[in-house]
T-cell receptor, first 114, second 116 residues
Framework: GEDVEQSLFLSVREGDSSVINCTYT??????LYWYKQEPGAGLQLLTY?????DMKQDQRLTVLLNKKDKHLSLRIADTQTGDSAIYFC??????????????FGSGTQLTVLP | NAGVTQTPKFRILKIGQSMTLQCTQDMNHNYMYWYRQDPGMGLKLIYY???????DKGEVPNGYNVSRSTTEDFPLRLELAAPSQTSVYFC???????????????FGPGTRLTVL
């Protein structure tokens, strides 16, 4: 079945790096995503990685993909208080109706301490 | 563009009542989705639509109905509200045209529903 797992909580000090980890199960996933949810808001796409890539860098964000272990991570450099949010990992899976759907992890609450 | 809008923002229902959660997008997206988010959990797909007149069940469709008569609107109907339907509901949309390379879904702000 499809299952995306993440740890629920992470606390870091302002200025440190944050690393949020995720494991997924569907080896046919074409894209893997990181979404950010701020309090009281919907999810916003933060970054994504194509499944044939190992790494993607986007300013302070680095995504690492280990396809063999089905492990995805998001590193945020120089974490700021504005980065405090819930971060969701998601994989793109083929549904029974032949349309690709997203399966989300439970989210990691990142708290940035001053 | 307003993007994806949802109404109402909050609602309290009594057991057995019915209601419709509204979702509208102005981006001419063909795909639309309804998710529910329970505390400490990821999003679970309730229903989705690949275009006007076409809907399909997601992972947790029981107790809900949808319709898609226009490209813009994708309402979600609860016929007999139950406490298990207390959740935050998110609507999302995406396009499959214009050379989109990845599956970015655009989310509405959510509707927080409590059933007592």
């Amino acid at each position: 079945g499809e299952d995306v797992e993440q740890s629920l909580f992470l606390s870091v000090r302002e200025g440190d790096s944050s690393v949020i980890n995720c494991t997924y199960t569907d080896s046919s996933s074409t894209y893997l995503y990181w979404y950010k949810q701020e309090p009281g808001a919907g999810l916003q796409l933060l970054t994504y990685i194509f499944s044939n890539m190992d790494m993607k860098q986007d300013q302070r964000l680095t995504v690492l993909l280990n396809k063999k272990d089905k492990h995805l991570s998001l590193r945020i450099a120089d974490t700021q208080t504005g980065d405090s949010a819930i971060y969701f990992c998601a994989e793109s899976v083929l549904s029974s109706g032949s349309a690709r759907q997203l399966t989300f992890g439970s989210g990691t609450q990142l708290t940035v301490l001053p | 563009n307003a993007g994806v809008t949802q109404t109402p923002k909050f609602r309290i229902l009594k057991i057995g009542q019915s209601m419709t959660l509204q979702c509208t997008q102005d981006m001419n997206h063909n795909y639309m989705y309804w998710y529910r988010q329970d505390p400490g959990m990821g999003l679970k797909l309730i229903y989705y639509s690949v275009g006007a007149g076409i809907t399909d069940k997601g992972e947790v469709p029981n107790g809900y109905n949808v319709s898609r008569s226009t490209t813009e609107d994708f309402p979600l109907r609860l016929e007999l509200a139950a406490p298990s339907q207390t959740s935050v509901y998110f609507c999302a949309s995406r396009t499959t045209s214009g050379g989109t390379l990845y599956n970015e879904q655009f989310f509405g702000p959510g509707t927080r529903l409590t059933v007592l």
